[in-house]
């Protein structure tokens, strides 16, 4: 969208989307809205105190905390998170997109994260310290390409790191002549990613379907 000085506000579209809606379907999207916003946030909350709780309280903190104080402890660190998260916001309206900027930074940790669970779902001999490195490399990779590619859209420097971390990943795991045998390989049955014939039908639909709105809309 385009303010009254000319300038875009891509952060503006969905509003006027909204009120381009009749009096039903714009109550019915803005509630579509606030329904995700209240899943993601219960699903933000709940991994922050868990992650808190089990893998910092109870393994640093307090080793053997009863699940009592542990449920206690988890409340008290979605208390401190909601308060930091209300100072932080008010300043995301400084930004241009306050949006792609939320997304711009989970980009530097999602490439490294996705490499890590692939290789380590499909590909037996992915080793540990390949996943390490990926790990660490991920956000610098990130910084790096931001700086030096500026005008390269984030989501394809998204895909540019997260192929130098598979191709990295696999250089070291195959470096390592133990990966030839890991004994901490993960044993994935392709029976479980089956689908039943009504199913994988449906699917190519809405890929079909999505496709031509792409080409369409592109």
Known sequence: MMNAAGEVKPDKAYPVLLNLLGPGLKGLSFAALTAAIVASLAGKANSIATIFTLDLYNKYMEKGASEEKQVRIGRYTILVSMAIAVLVAPQLQKLEQGFQFIQEFTGLISPGVVAIFLLGFFWKRATANAALVAALATI????????????VPFLDQMGYVFLLLVALMVVISLADPKSKNNPKAMEVDTSMFKTSQPFAIGALLVIGVLAALYIVFW
């Open 140 to 151: 610098p990779l990130g910084i790096m390409f931001k700086k030096w590619m500026p005008d």
